[in-house]
């Protein structure tokens, strides 16, 4: 972390200089972590149409929440990953399972995810205020340790993105025909919606259960407007995701606005630029 | 536009370079789909799969590429190679004989930001396509492309291509590696005459080069004497098998397609 701080002491902003605003600089590391991660799996998430099922999997973080909170634990956080696989693991078994529409299948584990969240939250008439911090996020109450554990996270993504990226855009474009050339697409939607599920948990708290799906939708659907080839449609993902968060916090940061929802508006503008960009 | 009749090899497999369906049958959830489908097929030879829909064509296919489970053997007997048994996801003498597939419709919409590059480096390298593409992946596409004419196709969006070519780009994908196979489902629909031709002329030249068994499904019966060495008729169960004029002449054929048409129903 040190080599973190004086790196930001050459910057001319108030809160970069050394000794101080410590909270400041852990969320603008954390955002430099979180919103790669997210410009990733954007790109995939918004290719095999899965949109509503990462908004699904926020409700089911929520819920693990509630649930790791009911037990008592300290870190409801991990509770809240463990349901969440346990969900996309639960999900991906139905959906090959049954004849019904995927998105019907999303709706009926959303809802039943959501419910089941509030209800045990509000058990024995408990009060459910205590969890509006997650439907809102606070990127500035990030710690170190966290941060370390998001950079490992990024870091298997990026791993897991240069073993099987291949196998898993051809599994969402033509699941037979990927078949036919020997890839197992239905390990290849589990682990990648597993890793959807890791990453939405342990960012909501930072980020926000009401506006996270909107950083795993935004930042591909604008680079489908102008990218032309896989390599630019990661690139613009990519950058677009990094640079909305660092505006993002710095607008939270001077004008007081949550940091999530700063973001997501940097990236609809973003989506709006390139929407009139966008190739014919 | 038919050059090689493997007319000596008809009577049976013996030796020869061959695949051999020997009572295939498919139950998909109390549905009885291909009920003991028999047949033989020479490589070099290019055979057409007819019938009406539901007749469960692409279940023979799904069989064939061991996407479904089924009772009966499937055999594939390499040219002087031992035979290679599959019977229900086993292999038995061998390693599963390569089958290219070219499927019916893959969904591409028109903004996906595929490249064809991106697409078959994608199918057949290790190199993970959202990074730049190196030219050595470059070339070896231009060069599978060039198979089917479509080395100009290679910058292209795969979702901004006509029917025809993406069907081009689809069979020099399921050319690499070259199989022992290539089955191609309804390749037919959605190309225009030229298209058609150019599909079918390349279809002739790909099994007099390699001597690989085609096998395709096509509702276009008019143009299947100038291209099939044999037709099989399906409908559940194979109603009748041989030449193209045998089978359009049959009694089967013009049950299974034209009294359906005077009550009304399709085609």
């Not at chain 1, 998430?45 to 999997?57: E, I, N, P």
């Not at chain 2, 109390?30 to 003991?36: A, M």
């Not at chain 2, 190196?134 to 290679?154: F, M, N």
Request: proline fraction near 4%; charged fraction near 15%; aromatic fraction near 10%.
């Amino acid at each position: 972390m040190e080599l973190w701080y004086s790196l930001l002491s050459i910057l001319p902003f108030d809160w970069a200089q050394p000794g101080q605003m410590y909270f400041m600089k852990h969320a603008l590391l954390a955002v430099l972590v979180i919103t790669p991660l997210f410009g990733i799996l954007s790109t995939m998430v918004v290719h095999s149409r899965m949109s509503f099922f990462s908004d699904a999997l926020g409700h089911s973080a929520f819920t693990g929440m509630a649930i790791g909170a009911l037990c008592g634990f300290n870190q409801p956080t991990w509770a809240a990953v463990s349901f969440a696989i346990v969900f996309a693991l639960l999900f991906n078994l139905v959906r090959r399972r049954t004849a019904l529409a995927s998105d019907t299948v999303i709706g009926v584990f959303s809802s039943t995810a959501v419910a089941l969240g509030i209800f045990l939250s509000t058990l024995n008439g408990r009060s459910f205020t205590k969890f509006n911090s997650l439907l809102i996020g606070d990127v500035l109450s990030v710690d170190p340790a966290m941060i370390g554990v998001l950079a490992l996270i990024l870091l298997m993504v990026v791993i897991l993105w240069a073993v099987s990226f291949n196998q898993l855009m051809l599994s969402a474009v033509h699941p037979a025909l990927a078949d036919s050339r020997g890839i197992k697409v239905f390990w290849q939607e589990t682990i990648f919606s597993v890793a959807i599920a890791v990453v939405v948990t342990l960012s909501m708290t930072w980020v926000g259960l009401l506006v996270i799906n909107s950083l795993l939708v935004l930042p591909a659907a604008a680079a489908r407007n102008i990218a032309r080839s896989m390599w630019q449609y990661h690139l613009i993902s990519l950058v677009g995701a990094v640079a909305a968060g660092i505006a993002g916090l710095m607008t939270s940061y001077y004008m007081g606005p949550s940091a999530g929802a700063s973001i997501t508006l940097y990236l609809a503008v973003w989506f709006a630029l390139t929407f009139l960009l966008r190739k014919k | 536009m038919r050059k090689i009749k493997h007319g000596k090899l008809a009577a049976g497999c013996a030796d020869a370079c061959c695949l051999k369906l020997d009572g295939l049958s498919v139950n998909l959830e109390g549905d009885q789909i291909l009920e003991d489908v028999s047949f033989h097929l020479h490589c070099g030879e290019i055979a057409a799969l007819i019938g009406p829909n539901g007749a469960g064509k692409s279940t023979l296919f799904r069989s064939i590429l061991g996407q479904t489970s089924y009772k009966g053997t499937i055999t594939f007997s390499p040219a002087g190679g031992p035979a290679i048994r599959l019977a229900d996801g086993a292999v038995v003498g061998g390693s599963r004989p390569l089958v290219g597939y070219v499927p019916q419709s893959p969904s591409f919409d028109r903004g996906d930001p595929v490249s064809v590059l991106d697409f078959f480096t994608a199918a057949t390298a290790k190199w993970p396509v959202w990074l730049p593409v190196p030219q050595k992946y470059r070339e070896r596409a231009a060069a599978s492309l060039r198979r089917v004419h479509g080395e100009d196709l290679l910058d292209r969006a795969m979702g901004a291509l006509s029917g025809g070519q993406l069907q081009r780009v689809l069979l020099a994908l399921a050319l690499e590696p070259v199989p022992h196979i290539l089955i191609l489902d309804e390749p037919l629909s959605g190309v225009d005459i030229e298209g058609e031709h150019q599909l079918l002329e390349m279809l002739d030249e790909l099994r007099t080069q390699y001597d690989l068994s085609i096998f395709l499904s096509t509702h276009d019966f008019a143009t299947l004497g100038s291209f099939a060495d044999k037709v099989i008729l399906l409908n559940r169960r194979v109603l009748k098998a041989g030449t193209p004029d045998e089978v359009l002449a049959s009694p089967e054929f013009y049950e299974t397609f034209h009294l359906r048409m005077g009550r009304g129903g399709e085609r």
